[in-house]
């Protein structure tokens, strides 16, 4: 069973940064893909960015390219989300979630392509 863990959110001014986490639990050796969608109240949750977990390679929604850069530590089987130059439409909540299946390219950005997300970690960001 695969489990997920998101941290490192919170409330931050515009302009300002923040770094979330990713624990993994469960994830044997494999092909994966890791990603980060988020969603705001009332609104659809969306693709953020994305990378292969064994090729390091990545894709990043428009909205984000630039300011948000995504890595992943492999002995520690954690994902993280480099977010600076946050804007107050970047406020919400952030989930990672995992595709357990042979990399493509370009990577998936449908949620329902994922198999196993996480509780999500809340980012606000006030004007």
């Known amino acids: 069973q695969v489990q997920l863990a998101e941290s490192g959110g919170g409330l931050v001014q515009a302009g300002g940064s923040l770094r979330l986490s990713c624990a993994t639990l469960?994830?044997?050796?494999?092909?994966?893909?890791m990603g980060w969608f988020r969603q705001a109240p009332g609104k659809e949750r969306e693709f953020v960015t994305a990378i292969g977990w064994g090729n390091g390679r990545t894709d990043y929604a428009d909205s984000v390219k630039g300011r948000f850069t995504i890595s992943r530590d492999l002995p520690n089987h954690t994902l993280y989300l480099q977010m600076s130059g946050l804007k107050p439409e970047d406020t919400a909540l952030y989930h990672c979630?995992?595709?357990?299946?042979?990399?493509?390219?370009?990577?998936?950005?449908?949620?329902?392509?994922?198999?196993?997300w996480g509780q999500g970690t809340q980012v606000t960001v006030s004007s």
């Open positions: 979630a995992v595709r357990s299946a042979p990399f493509t390219y370009p990577l998936p950005r449908s949620r329902i392509a994922y198999h196993y």
């Open positions: 469960g994830l044997t050796s494999g092909s994966y893909i």
